[in-house]
């Protein structure tokens, strides 16, 4: 049996999307068949240290991302000797802390080690780092015995440095749809007190400086202005557990909403599990999720609304991504265009025909992204595909 050692920043019941992509890619893995999975993560104090499912073990040790993380990672190396080490980067989860730049290279003297790079953000090294920073990020690819990145433009960013030993592999919907036949929409809507005549345009997902909420906010309230019965349902927790930059902004939001005077028709369901999420996706009319630096498949939240064969609009992608076809799969618009955005979403609600044409491209789309296939391509990389 091959054993795999993963480290993450975070993991369920912590929220955030990196934990969810690793317990998802965990089950995947063990699913293949002969491969062990031991999760190395931050302890909770109402967790156990140490919870075994199946052949995913995992280890709640790490009370804080620093200096001291390689020896609590090396000292369960030493009873669970790993085939290969993946960390699961995100500046973010880890509290911006660069000892997880090194690790890479100081694990690779001794097992195989690769970084699944979930974004490019650099992390904080010390005032006025300035160039250093970037050059963190790059060393820890270079040093790193092989790297993943989920997305096109990650991918081209990290060649350009020179980074070789390097796979594209995409994320699938951290949130498996659940089959929800006898969905009951007026009902769901009573039960969280909208009204039942209200269009409700769906937001899944933390509120972030790069999800355009400014831009989502002024569009309802630009909808609203010209006489739309329209609201703002958001599926999820607000801010999650790893980056506290996520609550000022959800401030600044909230700010906002007084400001345009819509607070009343912001609707937020709070963290959900899997099921509820399902039946929140079947309530809007559309999904909204403006990114500001444009739609990526790096998007855990895109890939989970089109799991739910959502009719989504969203911004236009920064770099070539052909699966993404306008008025196909996607509504595509501007980032930072809350009159576009409101334009888009009125299209879409408007016209019965253009939205089933969405929901049945985003299903279609997402058929491309399963786990099974996303486990196969990491093993296959990492060479440790079954025989």
Same mark, same amino acid.
């Given at each position: 049996?091959k ?20 317990r ?7 699913? +293949? ?9 931050k302890?909770? /104090?109402q967790?156990p ?5 199946? %052949?995913?073990?995992? @280890?709640?040790?790490?009370?804080h ?6 020896s ?5 190396? #030493? ?10 980067? +995100?500046?973010?989860?880890?509290q911006? @802390? ?6 890479p ?20 090294l010390? /005032? ?10 790059? %060393? ?10 989920t %997305? ?8 350009? $440095? ?14 498996? /749809? ?9 009902a769901?809507?009573?039960?969280? %007190?909208?009204?039942p005549? !209200?269009?409700?345009?769906?937001y ?19 909808? #609203? ?8 349902? @958001?599926?999820?927790? +607000? ?7 996520n ?10 909403a007084? $400001?345009l005077?819509?607070?009343?028709h912001?609707?937020a ?10 039946m ?11 990114y500001?630096?444009?739609?990526s498949?790096?998007r ?10 959502c ?11 052909p ?14 265009? /809350? ?17 089933? !044409? ?5 299903r ?6 399963q ?5 196969? +391509?990491?093993? @296959? ?7």
């Amino acid at each position: 049996m091959k054993r795999i050692t993963i480290i993450t920043g975070e993991y369920p019941p912590m929220q955030g999307g990196v934990g969810d992509y690793t317990r998802q890619l965990a089950q995947a893995v063990v699913a +293949q068949g002969d491969y062990e999975v031991h999760v190395v993560t931050k302890y909770l /104090p109402q967790r156990p240290n140490l919870e075994r499912a199946g %052949n995913i073990t995992v @280890h709640r040790l790490i009370s804080h991302w620093g200096w001291r993380t390689r020896s609590n990672v090396e000292s369960i190396h #030493r009873v669970y000797p790993p085939d290969v080490v993946n960390i699961q980067y +995100q500046a973010a989860a880890y509290q911006m @802390h660069p000892a997880i730049n090194l690790l890479p290279a100081m694990l690779a003297r001794r097992v195989p080690t690769w970084v699944t790079f979930h974004d490019l953000k650099v992390p904080y090294l010390f /005032p006025k780092a300035g160039p250093l920073r970037w050059k963190a990020i790059v %060393n820890m690819a270079k040093s790193a015995t092989g790297c993943i990145v989920t %997305n096109t433009e990650d991918f081209d960013a990290l060649r350009q $440095e020179g980074v070789t030993r390097l796979h594209l592999i995409p994320i699938g919907s951290n949130i498996a /749809p659940a089959a929800i036949p006898d969905f009951d929409r007026q009902a769901w809507l009573a039960s969280h %007190n909208i009204p039942p005549d !209200k269009l409700l345009v769906g937001y899944f997902g933390f509120w972030n400086e790069s999800k355009g909420g400014e831009s989502l906010l002024r569009a309802i309230a630009e909808l #609203r202005a010209q006489g739309r019965n329209v609201g703002l349902l @958001h599926i999820g927790g +607000q801010t999650g557990d790893s980056d506290p930059t996520n609550q000022t902004y959800a401030a600044r939001l909230s700010a906002l909403a007084q $400001e345009l005077g819509i607070q009343v028709h912001i609707h937020a369901t709070g963290f959900l599990e899997d099921t509820a999420v399902s039946m929140a996706f079947a309530a809007c009319s559309c999904v909204a999720l403006p990114y500001r630096d444009g739609a990526s498949f790096r998007r855990g939240t895109l890939m989970a609304a089109l799991a739910h064969g959502c009719a989504v609009i969203t911004t236009r992608p920064r770099v070539s991504t052909p699966e993404m076809i306008h008025e196909e799969n996607l509504l595509l618009v501007p980032p930072d265009s /809350p009159s576009s955005l409101a334009e888009a979403i009125a299209r879409t609600l408007d016209n019965p025909t253009l939205r089933r !044409k969405l929901q049945a491209g985003a299903r279609a789309l997402s058929s491309q992204f399963q786990w099974g296939h996303i486990a196969a +391509q990491m093993l @296959h990389a990492m060479k440790l595909a079954a025989d």
